[in-house]
């Protein structure tokens, strides 16, 4: 419905548009792709990650040591894991980790040894109102380990002894991020972040993944004014490392958003920036209102993503999150069932037409001056107006009348655009067609 | 029902009510009189109009050469028909402009010939929704010629041969259009404008000018602190016309409603000047509030009448446009159903009493200050309040106690009839007992 | 249920909270030996009152001359009563203001004579749509006497002659009222004012004085910034003739509520000062959207209790008014009906807490600044923060990010608390957590 949604609106974007399907489908490829991956906030999962996006667009890896402090915070030792399992005495893994990497609580420092049920079970997480589900847990800043499973396995594990393994190692090292400039006429930046560092769920963040780095490529072959910065970072520790060491480049960036669960079949949701009425959210908010007729909008909370940094006192930037399934409110969250089901080429295709709408508000809203600002101009005259009378205007005419009615340089097209209900990209198209005829100039 | 309102309403008018009867009878009778003639942008319908209205009111009649340049637009040439048909071999009129002038494109050029059906097919004009109506078409700003007929007489019309005839002419001449000026003991202005353009379409806007006809007549016996500029013109171009000979005395305007489609059923329609807030959008919501419970307030947009041409960005003069019926948005809109049935002595009477109390609102509204503003005054040592506590006051008295505490030279009368919820004309009574007892003041 | 809820929200009050039960029986206790007396505007009522509350708490008490001038008023004639009936041709008292005061209009001039049912009918007074109900009725201004009586009796009265008796005195005297200061540690002032005047009506007004008797009580035994001044006057002469006596005093105020109506089983309903927007406003807007699912909150309007002579336009101060069921809009009002079974101990007792609730928001509301503002700081390392990560945040960690992302000088805890849907409590709990780690300061 979305991806219809997006269709249709698409008709409008004009020139820049390509007529190739949104590419969905390339798009699941890429996230049943990264899927199998264990990724963390740092180590070799992460990194081929990044490796893998960089395939396709021009990432540029940052390797951060070990120790760095990153304002408040400190980068912690860097995590890997080889293997992982829990086995019975008849040597069958009950747990295993190369089944599903969410069966280990991700930093598990190394462990190797046989216990009881009784010594075991305070290490075994489950979900007990969801008995089917392997839960998604972690351990960063506190050295510990674990496995998760299944309520229902959980309560039929025999009461013997087990061997535990965890094969990890948490060790000095690097935290890893990538980002992907795209530059455009200027060096007002538009930022794209996606937090990398879960491992198997697919709309938490492959979803945010797919449709960054295709949007990024997509637009390194438009025209464009703003520059477009795509980060690909650990949660939390990622954006906090990224712009202690990017507080210069901040002052740059005129619009953000932080992309998140974005592939699944619900409508969309958009939280606001900090600022509530930033340009990129009345930008998201207008495209949505034609898009997706069961969107919703939540202001600012300072939980949820990395929209949490961007958006802390000291930055305020205008950066908000686009998601569908609102990260925490949706059964599948944070659990094995956040998986290659669970997205769809669809969804997919949907949220990335909805941001290219969106850039093209980002890219073409301006203030624009009536060159003929007493009575309305003679639009007949010029065809750009139905002779005949008796009929309404056509959806374009009634927009000039709209642009030129209020473009006394102190509304934006957006602004005609939400005043109006029309969709920007008629209201645009019909500032074109009068700057054309030199009943318009844009404002300086 | 807007009458039973208006007319409630108008007992607390005070000094300046008549007790006569608002005048539904007479102004019915004018848009009968009226009715018949082939109105058009220009021409001698027109001019005929204008004659009757000035027998009534001191109008006068503003000739405006073709070819002149007003503003983007050129005066037309003038259109003047005698007389159109479409006769069958037989020699009947199947077709004739004699039993309805809608039945004729408004600006056809002459046209006389033989023509088969097939020929003439482009030229017939109908709705094939509303197959008993008689659309109304016009064609003023590309030469041509047609002809309009119900959708069911269309479809029957034999294959055969007819004489077509429009014996019109369009040639150099004059705009014409009237103006009356009800001058008050200042220069500050109401604007009334109303489109006398098209032709027997009774809502459309021959009630708007029997309504306004019968308005300047009555404020001229009434003292008055505005001037009140009625301005009776072709839509469009009338309006542009007007704007572009006025432009200084625009600067005198200082409040304004276009009047169109105001004698039928349906409740009020209210849509908003440009500005929004103007005077004139408050002073009209809050009458019509009382007034017609059922009544809808719409934004201003920027398609319609000639609040167009008034709320262009290059004046933005605080212009609303009172109707009941919306507009474009009945189906006997443009049609023969809009007819002397359509249109009620009640509703005519209804708007003219609610045009009364909307003046009431601009004459009287104003500042005032609480001499006594440190703890209620005394009102009952006064007279002013009941002596017997126990029951609650009066709505005359609740309006002292509101316009007291409100009357910090912050708010208004309009401001307190809002906030309180009483009727302005109760406000104002209240006010008027205050000042009369040295408890209020105007501000100055 | 207000007394449930309040108490739950007293477990977030932190420190000054005594854990003993509020206290609506001793409350109660309050109104039912104040209920018998018949108070008036003036008189030994009113003092008897006051001087009950005076063995409470420190109450100093005022007597002012009859014929002292108080603004646009002047101070009235003391009354007082000693009996007053009407007795039948048998000698039997038919009315008989021993067994109710209400029987009495309040203020009646003295009578003693025989007269004829015919005579009397126009000094009796009754509710015929609630004919079991004696109905208070008053005569201050205007000389007079009557008595109210349930109609179910009046109509019974046999038609034959009476002897009419009222033993009372209207003669030079004071008006009387009480003033109770519990000083804080600025001159910055809560006030706190009740009406004083009625007879024998619980909840209107001996549930008001019940409550601030308490309140003075409990505020006197806790650290606090404000002074808290407790007015107890008669109703609108008091207040007018405290305000005459106090305008210096006034600026000091910088809070304040009207309590009257406050004993009875409804939710709160709570009217804005005439600002509107005042702390007081939002404090108690606040504390009530949390502790009252069920209350209402009304704007101002210049008619009700003492908040009309606080609100008038020359005082202007931020007094609001807070009710249960409000005055004039429950059929109880102003009769017999408003009794000791109408008041009840829980609904003082929620009055009480929900007032401390109020008060603590005032005395700990203020500006903070986040001191490391770029990014979110490190809560887990202080232990502010659980570690595990998997399960949401606890209520005091959301408190501490909404605390932290919005303590940048501009919002204060109260904004805070509003935006975030928390309780002030938590919020207050949770910025003194992060003041402690050195994460948050007051505002300067």
């Known amino acids: 419905m979305g991806r219809a949604a997006g269709g249709a609106h698409s008709r409008h974007r004009g020139a820049e548009v390509t007529d190739a399907p949104a590419p969905g489908a390339a798009m699941h490829a890429l996230v049943r792709e990264l899927y199998p991956i264990c990724r ?5 999962g992460l990194r081929q990650t990044l490796a893998r996006l960089g395939g396709d667009i021009p990432l540029v890896r940052h390797e951060v040591p070990t120790g760095t402090r990153v304002f408040d915070w400190t980068v912690p030792r860097e995590w890997n894991i080889r293997d992982a399992y829990v086995k019975n005495p008849a040597g069958e893994r009950v747990i295993d980790f190369r089944r599903h990497n969410l069966h280990v609580v991700n930093y598990s420092v190394p462990v190797h040894r046989t216990m009881t049920l009784a010594e075991l079970r305070p290490h075994l997480h489950s979900l007990p109102d969801r008995p089917e589900l392997i839960p998604y847990r972690t351990s960063y800043y506190k050295e510990s380990w674990g496995f998760c499973l299944p309520h ?6 025999p009461d013997t002894g087990y061997e535990v393994c965890i094969d990890s190692t948490l060790e000095d090292g690097h935290l890893t991020y990538g980002e992907c400039l795209v530059e455009g006429r200027t060096q007002e930046e ?3 972040s996606c937090h990398a560092c879960h491992p198997s769920l697919a709309d938490d963040n492959l979803s945010g993944l797919a449709v960054a780095t295709f949007l990024a490529q997509h637009l390194a072959k438009q025209p464009r004014r703003y520059s477009y910065r795509f980060v690909f970072v650990p949660g939390t520790i990622g954006a906090i490392t990224w712009l202690s060491r990017n507080e210069e480049l901040t002052r740059n960036i005129r ?12 409508s969309f949701t958009y939280k606001r920036s900090r600022r509530g009425n930033a340009a990129i959210d009345r930008a998201v908010e207008h495209v949505l209102s034609h898009a997706d007729p069961g969107h919703k909008v939540v202001p600012f909370s300072p939980y949820g993503y990395d929209e949490r940094q961007y958006c802390s006192p000291g930055f305020n930037l205008p950066v908000g999150c686009l998601m569908r399934s609102h990260h925490g409110q949706f059964p599948q969250y944070h659990t094995s069932a956040d998986n290659l ?14 941001l290219l709408s969106v850039f ?9 001056l009536n060159l003929k600002p007493r009575c309305e101009p003679q639009l007949g005259q010029r065809g750009l107006y139905g002779a005949t009378g008796g009929s309404g205007p056509k959806q374009v005419e009634m927009a000039m009348l709209w642009v030129l009615n209020f473009s006394d340089g102190e ?7 939400q005043r109006s209900g029309m969709p920007f990209a008629v209201v645009r198209e019909a500032a074109a067609l009068l700057e054309r005829h030199d009943l318009l100039a844009r404002a300086t």
Chains 1, 2, 3 share one sequence.
């Open 360 to 368: 093209d508000v980002l890219e073409h809203d301006g203030h624009y």
């Open 255 to 266: 619009h953000g958003l932080v992309l998140t669960c974005i592939g699944d079949r619900a």
């Open 341 to 354: 089901d669970f997205v769809t080429p669809q969804a997919l295709a949907g949220a990335f037409d909805t």
């Open 411 to 417: 509304a934006s097209l957006l602004d005609i655009a």
């Open 190 to 192: 538009v930022l794209i």
């Open 152 to 157: 229902r396995q959980l309560e039929q594990l």
């Open 40 to 44: 963390s906030i740092t180590g070799d």
